[in-house]
């Protein structure tokens, strides 16, 4: 799988956004070490603490699915700049993907990666509660 190709598939799960408030819409697509790709968009709502992330909406999809080991994320926002993952989605990356590639696209900037560990770096992991 190219990151082109899965930046290509978190620009498609963008398309099912619920983001009535903000009107901006994410969209991630997970790569699995198995090869298989989960998709996630953001799901906002009123109470805005029970909003969900593109990000975490696909790793908790795959998660549920029985997946638990992953390579890579896309992440794509409808402004068409790079959007960063928010910290609690960062945790979420660290426990999944500690070693995992990030993708960020923009439109005009083309894309650029990083490392989980990179953008969580002393991250809290199950080590540290065992």
């Not at 994410?26 to 953001?42: E, I, M």
């Not at 593109?54 to 992440?75: L, N, Q, W």
């Not at 993708?103 to 490392?115: A, H, N, Q, R």
């Amino acid at each position: 799988m190219t990151d082109e190709k899965l930046v290509a598939l978190a620009k498609e799960a963008m398309k099912n956004a619920y983001s009535p408030y903000s009107n901006f819409k994410v969209g991630a697509a997970l790569l699995a070490k198995d090869g298989r790709v989960f998709t996630g968009c953001n799901v906002e709502n009123a109470s805005y603490g029970a909003t969900n992330c593109a990000e975490r909406t696909a790793i908790f999809k795959a998660v549920s699915e029985g997946c638990r080991e992953f390579d890579a994320i896309a992440i794509v926002a409808s402004s068409g700049d790079f959007i960063s993952p928010c910290g609690i989605c960062r945790q979420v990356l660290a426990e999944f993907m500690p070693d995992g590639k990030v993708i960020l696209d923009s439109d005009e900037k083309g894309m650029v990666t990083y490392l989980v560990r990179e953008l969580l770096p002393c991250s809290f992991t199950g080590k540290d509660i065992r």
